[in-house]
C-alpha cells in the first residue's frame, strides 16, 4: 500500500511541475533533502537547501517552457521510513525558442515518510545541452550560467 501511495504522490510531482507548479515538487522535500542532476550545464550541480532547489526549479521552467513529462515506469520498494523510487520519464518542452523537442532521463529518489530526501537525476543531457545552446542563441541569460550549487556540495 506504501509504494502505491508514493508513487501517486510522485506522479501528482511530476503533473504538478508540468504545469509550472514548482511547489508541487517542492512540498514533498524533507528539509535535508540532497538534490543532484549531472553533467556539466547550467541544470548541473548538488543543491541541499530549499532556497537553491526551488531556484533550480524556477531556472528549468524558465529554460524549458511548457516541460511536461510522461512517466514511463515508476517504482517505490522498500519502508516507508526507507523507501527508494525510480522514474523513468520523458519530458517534453519548447525552449525559449520555440523549437518542440523531447528527451528520456531517470529520477531516483530516497523517500523517508513520504518526504523525498534525495533526488538524483539523470537526463540525456545531450539533448540539454542542444536546447539550452539554443537558448543562449535566442538570448536567454541564464542558458550558459554556472549551475545554481551550494557552497561545499559535491559537483554530483
Do not use: K, Q
Request: glycine letters at 10%; charged letters at 20%.
Amino acid at each position: 500500500m506504501h509504494a502505491f501511495i508514493a508513487g501517486r504522490v510522485l506522479r501528482r510531482a511530476f503533473a504538478g511541475l508540468g504545469t509550472g507548479d514548482i511547489t508541487a515538487i517542492t512540498s514533498r522535500l524533507a528539509d535535508d533533502c540532497v538534490h543532484t542532476f549531472v553533467g556539466d550545464h547550467a541544470l548541473a550541480g548538488t543543491r541541499r537547501t530549499r532556497a537553491s532547489i526551488t531556484a533550480w526549479y524556477e531556472r528549468l521552467l524558465s529554460l524549458l517552457p511548457g516541460i511536461s513529462f510522461d512517466i514511463r515506469r515508476l517504482r517505490v520498494a522498500g519502508p516507508p521510513w526507507a523507501a527508494l523510487a525510480v522514474a523513468e520519464w520523458v519530458e517534453t518542452n519548447s525552449g525559449v525558442d520555440g523549437v518542440v523537442t523531447s528527451a528520456g532521463g531517470v529520477n531516483v529518489m530516497e523517500l523517508r515518510w513520504g518526504r523525498v530526501t534525495r533526488v538524483s537525476i539523470y537526463a540525456d543531457t545531450a539533448a540539454l545541452e542542444r536546447t539550452l545552446a539554443r537558448d543562449a542563441i535566442a538570448g536567454h541569460p541564464d542558458a550558459l550560467a554556472a549551475p545554481i550549487v551550494d557552497p561545499g556540495a559535491p559537483r554530483w
